[in-house]
């Protein structure tokens, strides 16, 4: 049975799809907005703390767990003997499975504006807001429609995520991301030379390399775990489906510093790209996160830069790509899982999930703007709540289920498992692992405890870390 599983053709291939899934929506546009909020170059020296003290160490222990286990997010916790944790790994897969729900209907949105930078630019500059809204069936009377747009161009955007799923782990995945990710790569540099040199631009340079003690808080310690988490594709086993397909020779914390160090770059690139873009164009009030900010905002910075139409469709290529590469690991680790647990068949469950999940999506998108749904929140500072639909799915993966996953995958790791097994496997490629002891003590310790406040403050706090 293992030696017929999937394997990755080659090391490159691995650490670009890992990069890739770590690579996304969440480095490109919700990174450089908290950058902003948390002090510019204050956040970005306390995300880097985040990335090195957790997001390693967690990294590495989901890739080292995937690994020994040759197995999909629920089968590696039985294949390491451990049956009765494998609820972490439903955590994992029901998490991805809502996360692709809305990541993917997000995907369409940015693939429809590829399209209207290229052909209707006019448009979107003359009202951005309208725009926006128009697509999400919001009309500017106030009326509202069904938001066929979006909805066919999130179909559109599932269907290449799952022809490349269909062409399996390394016909499909790996030779998309070879080619996505030194795209993406390209394009960040380009429009890192126009957002640097448009007049204006060194105010928001300074901002992002200013570090003021003022701005450090524990809100903002937490602010940038949380999205540490999130951007590394921590705490949703992903990591552990990609690891199962690693060969024993690999070099797992080589490869762990590797994919961390490009996720980071990606987002502090896009940190300076669109912080000192914003501040050049529309003013430093102007920067803001979320979907209104990356789909409303940016049109103005584009229209005020020379050749904007031209940098407007390569931004949204770039999220593209990036929406893409992370959208394709959530749907492998899904479509892993319930091809091993129950047998199914690569394809069919591939067309069957992905219908599915752009359904249930089609409701993130209604509820965005078209129609009043609701879902259901409870939480200790707020009591029991309705917001909007599209909301409550986020709560729900970002402050609860990540956390819960990932406080799952260090606990078993550093107590059941035992942080000796997890160093063993990570030294199979025969190079000794330095930091053993310090990285028992993060697993066993001090990131359980971090991840158990972020759970406490969001429910409890009444603080919102997404
Ligand atoms: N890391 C991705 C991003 O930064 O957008 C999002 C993501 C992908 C989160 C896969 C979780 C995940 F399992």
């Excluded at 524990?218 to 988490?229: D, H, I, K």
């Excluded at 990356?294 to 290529?317: D, H, I, K, N």
């Amino acid at each position: 049975m293992d030696n017929s599983r999937a394997q990755w053709g080659s090391k490159l291939g691995f650490i670009l799809a890992a990069a890739g899934s770590a690579i996304g929506l969440g480095n490109i546009w919700k990174f450089p907005g908290r950058a902003y909020e948390g002090g510019g170059g204050t956040f970005v020296l306390i995300y880097l703390c985040m990335v090195i003290f957790f997001g390693v160490p967690l990294m590495l222990t989901e890739l080292s767990m995937g690994r020994a286990s040759q197995a999909n997010v629920v089968g590696c916790f039985h294949k390491l003997g451990h049956k009765g944790w494998s609820w972490v790994g439903w955590v994992g897969v029901l998490g991805a499975f809502i996360i692709t729900c809305y990541y993917s209907h997000v995907g369409g949105w940015v693939l429809r504006y590829v399209y209207s930078y290229a052909f209707e630019a006019p448009e979107v500059y003359g009202d951005p807001l309208g725009y926006f809204y128009a697509t999400l069936g919001l009309a500017a009377d106030e009326t509202t429609h069904f938001p066929w747009v979006a909805i066919l161009f999130a179909a559109l955007f599932m269907l290449c995520n799952a022809v490349v799923i269909i062409r399996g782990v390394e016909g499909g995945i790996e030779k998309f991301n070879k080619i996505g990710m030194p795209a993406l790569f390209l394009i960040l540099v380009i429009l890192l030379v126009r957002a640097v040199t448009l007049p204006g631009a060194e105010e928001g340079l300074k901002y992002m390399l200013s570090f003021d003690w003022s701005k450090v808080s524990f809100t903002t310690v937490l602010s940038a775990l949380g999205q540490a988490f999130y951007s590394l594709s921590i705490g949703m086993a992903i990591l552990i489906t990609y690891g199962s397909y690693l060969p024993r020779t690999e070099n797992l914390h080589k490869n762990t510093v590797l994919i961390c160090t490009m996720d980071t770059l990606v987002a502090i690139l896009a940190g300076f790209i669109i912080v000192p873009a914003v501040f050049a164009t529309l003013g430093a009030d102007h920067v803001g996160k979320g979907g209104g900010f990356a789909f409303v905002s940016l049109a103005g910075v584009f229209e005020q830069m020379p050749g904007g139409r031209l940098f407007g469709v390569l931004f949204y290529l770039l999220l593209l790509f990036a929406a893409l590469t992370s959208c394709i690991s959530l749907i492998e680790s899904i479509v892993a899982f319930l091809t091993e647990h129950f047998n199914w068949k690569r394809t069919a469950t591939t067309i069957g999930v992905c219908t599915v999940m752009f359904l249930i999506g089609c409701l993130y998108t209604c509820s965005q703007a078209a129609y009043p749904l609701k879902g259901f929140w409870i939480d200790a500072a707020g009591g029991v709540s309705f917001p909007a639909f599209c909301d409550a799915m986020e709560y729900l993966t970002d402050r609860l289920m990540i956390p819960f996953c990932a406080l799952g995958c260090c606990l078993f790791a550093g107590w059941v498992w035992k942080p000796e097994s997890a160093i063993r496997e990570i030294e199979q490629s025969g190079v000794r692992f330095g930091m053993k002891k310090t990285y028992a003590v993060i697993i066993r310790y001090i990131a359980p405890l971090a991840i158990i406040t972020i759970l406490g403050m969001s429910i409890f706090g009444g603080i919102t870390l997404s």
